[in-house]
């Protein structure tokens, strides 16, 4: 009896171990990472107050999750990839690590933001993949989410531009769409792929799951073929993916995006609502701090300007030395523009 006792509280250990998992609830949203398979799973809250799942959560079917480009091979971050997987919280949100011994590292962090300055309502994805072997190597990435929202409504997605998509589609340029939207009446979800920060994607697609989530840099894309295949029925997902870049030794690929949430007749944030929302209140909780920094390169309109101006022509003459000494950080433009910024505070300064 002792022994099965034993036997019992040694498989629930292992089990713990196993599954060790980051769930995180904050403001409207709730984000579970599982350590071993490198699962992740993100919920909002409805109008109700309960956790919707924004993408399709089934545990045994091949879950939303990141690819790498390694060479000629394309493989999927989990597990079965021979890869280490570590999870652990961070003070703005959680960070999820995969790591091929003497190939690459690859660290996903999850910032939680709030369009409204209040709730967290939202995510930004930040992504590093670095070559850790001893020679330049082809390094590419690209995310696979199986949404599900929109598949009982008739409309998958929507974009900025396309109010409905309810067949196979592919964009090499989201600065007109924006952003994909995948909702239903209880909750909705945006993907914003367009924004100062956010990084171009290559391609993204809007294709039945199983023709996106096979391990291939490109799959077969057929323009308006429904969500269909021979193994599931009305199954939409999305995909997206990056450049991918010869890495030197030591060097790394990165990669921004954020997705933003809504429930109800509340629709989810766009990228300048999000950016407004985050910057704009006097009351940004300390979380937000590093997903504020990257919206810095933004300064606040001259009508913002009141009794500070010396702070701002302080904060605009620092953010041109800091870009001045950091050329790959913006170009020439931002620079220009922000100069041009220095100027016209000053000209206001001086009462002209």
């Not at 969500?227 to 030591?250: H, I, R, T, V």
């Amino acid at each position: 009896m002792k022994r099965f006792i034993l036997f019992c509280a040694l498989c629930i250990s292992v089990c713990t171990f196993l599954y060790a998992k980051v769930d995180i609830r904050d403001g409207k949203l709730r984000l579970v990472i599982e350590d071993y398979d490198g699962n992740f799973y993100l919920y909002r809250k409805n109008t109700q107050g309960n956790y919707i799942s924004l993408l399709d959560s089934k545990r045994y079917s091949l879950n939303s999750g990141f690819y790498i480009l390694y060479g000629k091979s394309v493989q999927k971050l989990m597990r079965s990839g021979n890869l280490s997987i570590f999870s652990e919280e961070t003070a703005s949100g959680a960070r999820l690590t995969f790591s091929s011994e003497e190939k690459f590292i690859c660290t996903i962090d999850f910032t939680f933001l709030a369009s409204d300055g209040k709730e967290s309502d939202s995510i930004r994805i930040d992504t590093a993949v670095k070559n850790l072997s001893h020679e330049s190597n082809l390094i590419g990435l690209k995310v696979f989410f199986d949404t599900l929202l929109g598949e009982n409504s008739g409309t998958h997605f929507s974009t900025a531009l396309h109010g409905s998509i309810s067949s196979e589609c592919y964009f090499n340029d989201m600065s007109r769409e924006q952003w994909i939207q995948s909702a239903n009446d209880n909750v909705s979800v945006r993907f914003l792929f367009a924004g100062d920060n956010i990084t171009p994607i290559q391609t993204l697609a809007l294709a039945n799951k199983d023709v996106l989530s096979v391990p291939v840099w490109a799959p077969l894309f057929v323009p308006d073929r429904k969500f269909d295949s021979l193994q599931s029925y009305n199954n939409s997902a999305l995909c997206a993916s990056w450049e991918p870049k010869y890495l030197m030794p030591g060097e790394e690929l990165n990669v921004c995006f954020y997705i933003t949430t809504g429930a109800g007749r509340l629709l989810p944030a766009d990228y300048k609502t999000l950016r407004a929302g985050v910057t704009g209140t006097g009351n940004v909780s300390d979380k937000n701090g590093d997903a504020l920094s990257a919206f810095k390169s933004l300064p606040p309109p001259i009508d913002n300007i009141r009794d500070d101006t010396d702070a701002y022509i302080r904060f605009l003459i620092g953010r041109v030395r800091e870009l001045e000494e950091n050329p790959a950080a913006a170009s020439r433009e931002e620079i220009a523009r922000l100069q041009a910024e220095i100027d016209a505070v000053l000209l206001k300064a001086a009462g002209r």
